[in-house]
């Protein structure tokens, strides 16, 4: 609420409500979301090592990227609704910064352990240059891949809804879908290597953490907002984001936790 109030006070237009949308109605989802959201930053925030500053900017960056910034690029190419505006850029960040303050703040870790900056050092001095290099270029190559090939399994049950442009969805070409997934793979490492830096648990621990975590944010909550689709387009698109999100993060962990030694 704060975040559309900043927007709409800097003159931006609201995006216009989804075809089919009931504000009431939606309004009471909201509600539902905000407090699956919020059971969600807690645990996060619970595993996340430092103090409180080191923790509220990495959960916020996290919200802001996963929840916020991806759905807009997603909404930008796969729908025709105004969804991808500053005015929700806007929105995100503020909400994005309240919300993960409001979490660092009142579920602060059982052990602190080290401030971010230590903890970083520590992170980043377990491999070499050369090691961190390809490490990087195979999570950067590994969310495209893992997207598009969880897209293709699912293409024959979702497709016709895309085609026929029900739902305010639409079909984008591989020349718009391409640079979103580069665009995103980045940000998501970006937004991923500081939860990695101060989950301080086991690698199982880590990879659950992180794996449900992002799937929650990344469209798990979105699929249950978004109640006028179909129940079967959002049934197919939540199990194959958790697949998505889960493999991910697997990823990441084997990357950037274990230790040379386990591989």
Request: charged letters at 10%.
């Amino acid at each position: 609420m704060l975040g559309g109030m900043a927007a709409s006070m800097l003159g931006l237009p609201a995006p216009e409500m989804p075809a089919g949308a009931d504000q009431m109605v939606l309004g009471q989802v909201m509600l539902l979301i905000s407090l699956i959201l919020a059971g969600t930053l807690a645990i996060l925030s619970r595993n996340l090592s430092g103090g409180f500053v080191g923790r509220w900017l990495t959960i916020s960056l996290l919200v802001w990227i996963a929840y916020g910034v991806n759905n807009i690029l997603e909404g930008a190419i796969f729908t025709t609704m105004s969804a991808a505006s500053l005015f929700t850029v806007v929105l995100y960040i503020i909400a994005s910064l309240l919300c993960g303050a409001a979490a660092a703040w009142l579920f602060p870790p059982s052990n602190k352990g080290d401030d971010f900056l230590l903890s970083a050092k520590n992170f980043f001095a377990r491999h070499t240059t050369a090691s961190w290099t390809w490490r990087i270029l195979a999570a950067l190559l590994a969310f495209p891949l893992i997207y598009l090939s969880f897209g293709r399994l699912i293409a024959p049950f979702v497709m016709e809804f895309y085609e026929q442009g029900l739902f305010d969805l639409t079909l984008p070409t591989w020349g718009q879908i391409l640079p979103v997934v580069l665009v995103r793979s980045l940000l998501f490492l970006l937004a991923c290597l500081p939860v990695l830096i101060l989950l301080q648990s086991s690698s199982r621990r880590t990879f659950w953490v992180l794996g449900l975590t992002l799937f929650l944010l990344v469209g798990g909550l979105s699929m249950l907002q978004a109640y006028w689709l179909p129940a079967e387009l959002r049934l197919i698109h939540s199990l194959e984001i958790l697949a998505d999100e889960l493999v991910y993060a697997g990823i990441l962990v084997v990357l950037f936790k274990l230790p040379a030694t386990a591989k």
